[in-house]
C-alpha cells in the first residue's frame, strides 16, 4: 500500500491508502475523492481527471505518450506538473504522493 494525498482546490486533504497497480484515478474513485470526475472511465479519451503530481514525483514516472499529451491540450490551467490521473499508475517509488486537483473540477 502507498499512501496518497489528494488535495481538492479549496484544500481539503484526503489522505488515502492506494494498492499498487491502479491508476491514480482509480485510487480516486474508490475513495470518493472530489474533483476527479473520471467521465470515460480511464480510456484517456477526455481531461476530467487532469492533475497536478507535486515535488518531485513528475520525475518518478514515465512521461506523458502522445495520446495523454492530446488530451492535456485540453484541461483548463495545465502546468508543467499536469498529467491526467488514469495514466499515472500507483508504484512504490510513489509513497507519499501529493496530487493538487484544479479549481474548474472542484
Same mark, same amino acid.
Do not use: W
Given at each position: =500500500?502507498?499512501? +496518497?494525498?489528494? +488535495?481538492?482546490? $479549496?484544500?481539503?486533504?484526503s489522505?488515502v &491508502?492506494?494498492d499498487?497497480?491502479l491508476?491514480?484515478?482509480? +485510487?480516486?474513485?474508490k $475513495? @470518493?475523492? $472530489? @474533483?476527479i /470526475?473520471? /467521465?470515460c472511465?480511464?480510456?484517456?479519451a477526455?481531461?476530467?481527471?487532469h492533475?497536478?503530481? &507535486?515535488?518531485? =514525483?513528475?520525475?518518478?514516472i /514515465?512521461?506523458?505518450?502522445? =495520446? &495523454?499529451?492530446? =488530451?492535456? /491540450?485540453?484541461? *483548463?490551467?495545465? *502546468?508543467? $506538473?499536469?498529467?491526467?490521473?488514469? *495514466?499515472?499508475?500507483?508504484?512504490?517509488?510513489? &509513497?507519499g504522493?501529493v496530487?493538487?486537483l484544479?479549481?474548474? *473540477?472542484?
Amino acid at each position: =500500500m502507498v499512501k +496518497v494525498t489528494f +488535495v481538492e482546490h $479549496n484544500g481539503k486533504e484526503s489522505v488515502v &491508502e492506494a494498492d499498487t497497480g491502479l491508476s491514480v484515478m482509480e +485510487v480516486a474513485v474508490k $475513495n @470518493g475523492v $472530489n @474533483g476527479i /470526475d473520471a /467521465d470515460c472511465g480511464g480510456a484517456c479519451a477526455c481531461a476530467t481527471c487532469h492533475c497536478y503530481l &507535486e515535488g518531485d =514525483m513528475v520525475s518518478k514516472i /514515465d512521461a506523458p505518450d502522445p =495520446m &495523454e499529451e492530446s =488530451m492535456l /491540450d485540453f484541461a *483548463q490551467e495545465r *502546468q508543467d $506538473n499536469s498529467r491526467l490521473s488514469c *495514466q499515472v499508475k500507483v508504484t512504490s517509488a510513489l &509513497e507519499g504522493l501529493v496530487v493538487k486537483l484544479p479549481e474548474f *473540477q472542484g
